[in-house]
């Protein structure tokens, strides 16, 4: 048997420091949390090269006194509490005395400290060790400089993320932090460019236009709801303003941030079915709370807690949240999430194509062809590429039947199949006949709302706003999809400004947006510059471009197809708002241009366009079928 033995101080913290120091953001959340427990007002955090190289944190709290500071760096050293009573009783953001231990057992770290004296200290630690303390001139407050993070640990290195995605962990939790802490003044900078600066007033919605941006900022409302034992305030994003994830839902308790899953449902519960499906608001819930109904102490982060009825506040959260919807008077409808568009049926594509034997059943894909989307695409082919099924083929072995040119007649008529895998969806035989063979229309009057035409026999009623939007969804992804975008030049620039994050990941995905006529260019801190836009987007240039821009911050940007879709519907929806007085000359060509369309029965979003009333169908309404 081994023999047992004890650790060394040097290796004991490196084991701490790994359960508490996990990436540079980590490093960042402690140091700030000691900052704000100091008393600080003003924070400053700077950092190099995603925080591996250099993180800096000033504060101008209470500062720490010169004997204390080989103290500050022991483990379980700390002034938060003093006896088993405290710790269920906590106040404060750190309490464990773990942070400054674990944080100089893998970096090289500097302090700089005064407790408003004439002379301040200044003390440097590599690896635990302490290898220099004197006198030095400083602030009242502190600095902590860390350096070289993990220089002694490399294998951590290698479970870190990209620097983009380190720095914006790093910009994620002080955003937490200033969402919890209004009246704190925090500024972020990474190498010298500032990514947030909040003004420290007290004003959550300020703080919350520092953090997300203006525009989202205005579209929040604030909440409050309390009982005996919690006390729940905050701000909810309108129902129209979400995200694709629920990281922007804060949960904040007692001012620390915290990782809850029921309490982030309660914040869904509240939105009811005024949310698409897979659509989260923007939300910060502050919960005060008695801390003995609070236990910090089951995570070395502490971002894990254990909350007493828990299930009460979940409540209380949940009807705060609805109640204020309900207090709008506009809001979203949420009838139109019980419904789903319509679902195209799966077929065997075999059933379908004549043996190969007799016909060559390869498809011509065309030029414009170029993406696969989720779903195929109906497209009529102009002048299909098929073999002439007049000549006998020389392995001809098969007897042609008399259903034989029926089944080639019907044939000639469908598409191509985008993509032959066998788990793909094709469209079923009666969708795709119905869409490339819409009759020539004849108007023969026209309501507020519908058209009414007819072909032969059969009576149409054709929805006039529909047709409309989806004749102006067309023509924008055909102008995105091929390239062909003319670009209309403001007077004025235009400035769009955004919250840290958002900036982040819109400056990430440039290229994707410039393919769409926005060429953003940077000016200033997280705002892009736009000279010209593209002449598809009517109205108000702003909040078009933005609400485009949401589009990126929502949805999986590798899907490209897809996205265009979306914003090409969106902006065919927000041009084309209600009815119009058409003359009969419009309803007509508004019918020709209808008849031209892949699929002149269903609009972007699946909804009908059309409804046709069969002959048959008039005679049984008229019981004239007897």
Excluded at 96 to 102: F, I, N, V
Excluded at 366 to 371: M, V
Aim: hydrophobic residues 40%; without cysteine; neutral net charge.
């Amino acid at each position: 048997m081994a023999q047992i033995h004890e650790l060394s101080t040097n290796l004991t913290n490196q084991i701490a420091a790994g359960e508490v120091i996990e990436r540079p953001a980590s490093v960042v959340k402690e140091l700030v949390e000691n900052a704000i427990d100091a008393g600080s007002s003003r924070i400053r955090i700077d950092f190099i090269d995603a925080g591996l190289k250099e993180i800096v944190v000033q504060d101008n709290g209470s500062g720490i006194a010169s004997d204390q500071i080989d103290l500050a760096f022991t483990r379980h050293a700390t002034s938060k509490i003093t006896n088993e009573r405290d710790l269920f009783n906590v106040g404060t953001l750190g309490f464990r005395g773990e942070a400054l231990a674990s944080i100089a057992a893998v970096s090289h770290v500097e302090i700089l400290t005064n407790v408003n004296e004439a002379v301040g200290t200044r003390a440097e630690f590599t690896g635990s060790v302490k290898t220099l303390q004197e006198d030095a001139a400083a602030k009242k407050g502190t600095q902590i400089t860390v350096k070289d993070l993990f220089y002694n640990t490399p294998a951590r290195l290698k479970y870190l993320r990209s620097p983009r995605t380190e720095i914006m962990k790093i910009v994620d939790i002080v955003n937490r932090i200033a969402l919890g802490y209004p009246d704190l003044a925090l500024t972020l900078a990474n190498e010298g460019r500032v990514l947030l600066r909040t003004a420290g007033n007290g004003n959550l919605q300020q703080t919350v236009s520092s953090v997300y941006g203006r525009h989202i900022a205005e579209k929040m409302l604030p909440f409050e709801s309390s009982n005996s034992d919690f006390t729940v305030t905050g701000l909810m994003s309108k129902p129209e303003l979400t995200r694709s994830t629920r990281n922007f839902i804060s949960i904040l308790l007692n001012g620390r941030y915290i990782r809850n899953y029921q309490l982030a449902a309660a914040v869904m519960d509240g939105y009811g079915t005024h949310l698409a499906s897979k659509h989260y608001p923007i939300a910060i819930v502050k919960v005060e709370v008695d801390p003995l109904l609070v236990d910090v102490n089951v995570h070395p982060t502490k971002q894990e807690v254990r909350l007493s009825k828990e299930r009460e506040v979940s409540r209380l959260i949940t009807n705060a949240i609805s109640s204020t919807l309900l207090s709008l008077d506009n809001h979203s409808d949420g009838l139109a999430n019980l419904t789903t568009a319509k679902q195209e049926t799966l077929v065997d594509q075999l059933k379908f194509n004549l043996n190969k034997n007799v016909v060559d059943t390869k498809r011509v894909v065309p030029a414009n062809e170029i993406h696969e989307s989720s779903a195929p695409k109906i497209t009529t082919l102009k002048h299909p590429q098929y073999i002439d099924l007049t000549i006998p083929r020389d392995d001809d072995r098969y007897l042609i039947t008399k259903t034989w040119r029926d089944n080639v007649t019907r044939q000639k008529q469908l598409t191509p199949f985008v993509n032959s895998s066998s788990n793909s969806a094709v469209v079923s035989t009666g969708d795709e006949v119905l869409a490339n063979n819409l009759p020539e229309l004849t108007l023969v009057g026209q309501t507020r709302t519908y058209l009414v035409a007819a072909s032969g026999e059969d009576l149409y009623l054709v929805d006039q706003v529909a047709t409309r939007r989806l004749l102006r969804f067309i023509a924008i992804e055909q102008a995105i999809l091929e390239q062909k975008i003319t670009q209309q030049g403001l007077l004025t620039p235009l400035t769009l400004s955004f919250g840290n994050l958002d900036f982040l990941q819109i400056k990430d995905n440039l290229a994707a947006i410039n393919k769409i006529g926005l060429f953003l260019e940077e000016f200033g801190t997280d705002t892009f510059i736009l000279r010209s836009y593209p002449t598809w987007i009517k109205g108000d240039p702003e909040l078009a471009i933005r609400a485009i821009l949401d589009s990126f911050l929502n949805v999986d940007q590798t899907d490209t197809a897809n996205l265009v879709k979306r914003i090409a519907a969106r902006q065919a929806d927000q041009e084309i708002t209600g009815r119009t007085k058409l003359t009969n000359a419009e309803a007509g060509e508004l019918l020709t241009k209808l008849r031209q369309t892949a699929d002149p029965y269903h609009d972007a979003r699946g909804n009908l366009v059309l409804v046709r009333l069969r002959q048959s169908e008039l005679n049984k309404m008229f019981k004239k079928d007897k």
